[in-house]
């Protein structure tokens, strides 16, 4: 078996600030050895929060997905994960929102919760009005494609239009100056992390893992006139259908993991960071969602 994932021990004196956007405790630090910031989540008590980010960024890895690298870290005894930062060398963060606000009439970019029109075509639509070269918006919606997809994989419920971006130049005003999209970050609602293990054992046992993830629901809604997101695999579903070039790049990489891979990610967590039932339900998760029927529409 492969060495377990490295930790890193955060000391007091690397810390910058608070990171006030989110809904969980972070704060970004530097190590003085380093030369980029990086940001440090607690979990919320009685989740794997932590361990959900380190699986899905070595998930998106082995998708060839561009994704924020992740480690874990442990601040003060207090175990969490590390976020290595993208915003760097002259660039800015340009959130979903703030893309939606200039490019969907009436759109609300403060709505956190049962924000209908997150929608994927409104989304697409704010790519084609920003990138001028129609070759740019089909390479940042292929991306986003690649979002969903991974997603999907890993039931990462929570990609609403704070958890995604677009990186731009830093003089850049407005959206003005925007470059591509950000890479893929805040995986932390994913693998089933809020579950306690009595949950998942009764998951388990009762072969209802794949009912647990149908009933998700993401932060990417369908249609406007729905009052919740479908789950991210339902969404998969009936993106490839409506999107196919679209989405194929996308599928094409997933059907090339080897399903094995995913125990291995999960097996790398140390031995006291993760329950045993924990990681057979995440690996359950994956295999569920790595098997469905949309990839034979691909
Ligand atoms: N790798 C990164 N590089 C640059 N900025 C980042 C990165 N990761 C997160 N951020 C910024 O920090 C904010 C908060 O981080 P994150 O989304 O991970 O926190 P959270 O508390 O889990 O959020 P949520 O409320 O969505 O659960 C993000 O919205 C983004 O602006
Ligand atoms: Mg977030």
Same mark, same amino acid.
Request: proline fraction near 4%; include cysteine.
């Given at each position: ?6 930790? !890193?021990? !955060?000391?007091?004196?690397? $810390? ?16 003085? *050895? ?12 009685? /989740? ?6 380190? $699986?899905?960024?070595? !998930? ?24 290595? %930062?993208?915003? &760097? #060398? ?9 893309? +939606?606000?200039? /490019? ?33 918006? %089909?390479?940042?919606?292929?991306? +986003?494609?690649?979002? !969903? ?5 890993? #039931?990462?419920? *929570? ?14 005003? #407005?959206? &003005? ?8 970050? *805040? ?7 809020? +579950?306690?293990?009595?949950? &998942? ?14 009933? #998700?629901?993401?932060? $990417? ?20 259908? /409506? ?24 097996? &790398? ?6 329950? %045993? ?7 359950? +998760? ?13």
């Amino acid at each position: 078996m492969a060495d377990p994932y490295r930790i !890193v021990e !955060v000391k007091p004196e690397w $810390i910058i600030n608070q990171e006030d956007m989110g809904t969980k405790t972070k704060f970004w630090y530097r190590d003085p *050895d380093d030369d980029v910031n990086w940001l440090f989540k607690y979990p919320r008590q009685n /989740t794997g929060e932590h361990w959900a980010e380190k $699986i899905a960024a070595e !998930v998106a890895s082995v998708l060839g997905v561009r994704h924020a690298k992740v480690e874990l870290a442990r601040f003060e005894g207090a175990c969490g994960s590390a976020t290595e %930062s993208f915003v &760097r #060398g002259g660039r800015a963060l340009c959130h979903g929102n703030e893309l +939606l606000e200039w /490019t969907v009439g009436g759109y609300d970019p403060k709505k956190k919760f049962h924000q209908s029109e997150h929608t994927l075509a409104n989304i697409f639509v704010g790519m084609d009005y920003v990138f001028e070269n129609p070759e740019d918006a %089909s390479l940042a919606k292929r991306t +986003l494609a690649e979002y !969903v997809v991974l997603d999907a994989l890993i #039931g990462n419920t *929570d990609r609403h239009h704070e958890n995604w971006g677009l990186l731009r130049r830093l003089e850049g005003n #407005g959206l &003005r100056g925007i470059l591509f999209l950000a890479p893929s970050f *805040d995986h932390a609602t994913s693998l089933g992390r809020e +579950l306690l293990d009595e949950r &998942r054992n009764r998951f388990l046992k009762e072969n209802r893992v794949g009912g647990y993830v149908e009933k #998700g629901r993401g932060a $990417i809604y369908w249609s406007e006139d729905e009052r919740r997101g479908p789950s991210p695999l339902e969404l998969v579903r009936r993106a490839v259908r /409506t999107y196919p070039d679209l989405f194929r790049p996308a599928g094409l990489k997933l059907a090339e993991i080897d399903e094995n891979v995913f125990s291995q990610i999960v097996d &790398r967590i140390p031995a006291d960071w993760m329950t %045993s039932l924990a990681r057979v339900f995440t690996v359950a +998760l994956l295999g569920y969602n790595y098997r469905p029927k949309y990839t034979t529409v691909i």
